[in-house]
């Protein structure tokens, strides 16, 4: 399932509709969505620069050949490497790095806290902070990639509440950058990912409901290519009718 924000029904197709070259910059780029993205848009010829936890001898095979950048966005160290590595002119940002846990809270740590707030809402907030000035001289797009599970998720509340915060700095930053920088926050459901086994998500019935990660890749990427749409979702089902009419729900 996928949330994007202007707030209207996500009417845009899956496929990758842009014209002509563009700079993007991803982060979360070394696995999962993130890594799918940097494939489709490197085989459509675009420039992109990944950001991601892994280091560049750990990268999967079949990695694209992109600049990519070891950086731990939880740390302000990462975030001032992002700001200082990305293209000085950006078309699109994806903040997609994200971690999540299937856990109570009465279960969770401190420390296990603090990272999931880091890295989902504190790390996007610096980044995009970092960002403005290259997205501003590309009259670019910001996207920033949440969770369905900003709605509340029983099991897995730090996340939820991750996930809602970055919601919320989404809809304030769309306002007061709007005529400088769109601002987008895509919201996926359940999706087949590392993160999502790690997260514990390994039952048979959260199996069936994973969503396939090559589908979601391209529904963020057209999320970020349509017009004026602040927050989309991407579902099973969206992603059913998408196969049975060429639309997307």
């Known amino acids: 399932m996928f949330d994007t924000h ?6 845009q197709p899956l496929q990758l509709p842009p014209q002509g070259r ?19 848009l490197h085989a459509a010829g675009h420039d992109v620069t ?4 892994r280091q560049a001898q750990d990268l999967p095979a079949g990695f694209p050949d992109i600049a990519y950048h070891t950086a731990d966005l939880a740390t302000s160290q990462g975030c001032d490497l992002l700001a200082e590595r990305a293209p000085r002119r950006l078309d699109r940002a994806l903040l997609n790095a994200g971690l999540g846990h299937y856990r109570p809270l009465c279960r ?25 000035g290259a997205l501003q001289a590309g009259q670019g797009v910001l996207g920033l990639v949440g969770s369905v599970a900003y709605r509340g998720a029983a099991g897995m509340p730090v996340y939820a ?9 989404g809809r304030s930053l769309r306002s007061e950058w709007q005529g400088r920088v769109d601002v987008r926050v ?19 019935l959260a199996q069936r409901m994973m969503l396939p990660v090559d589908a979601v890749a391209a529904g963020v990427i057209a999320a970020m290519q349509g017009q004026g749409r602040m927050r989309q979702r991407i579902s099973f089902g969206a992603l059913l009718r998408h196969k049975i009419t060429g639309r997307a729900a």
Do not use: Y
């Open 22 to 40: 563009q700079t993007w910059l991803v982060t979360g780029a070394s696995a999962g969505i993130g890594l799918a993205v940097c494939q489709i």
């Open 161 to 169: 509440a991750s996930k809602a915060g970055l919601d919320g700095f």
């Open 6 to 11: 202007p707030i209207q029904d996500n009417d």
């Open 186 to 204: 895509i919201h996926p459901g359940p999706t087949a990912t590392g993160m999502a086994m790690r997260a514990g998500l390994t039952s048979p």
């Open 108 to 132: 969770e740590t401190p420390q296990a806290i603090n990272d999931v707030l880091a890295v989902n809402l504190l790390a996007p907030i610096m980044a995009a902070h970092g960002l403005f």
């Open 50 to 53: 990944g950001f991601g936890r």
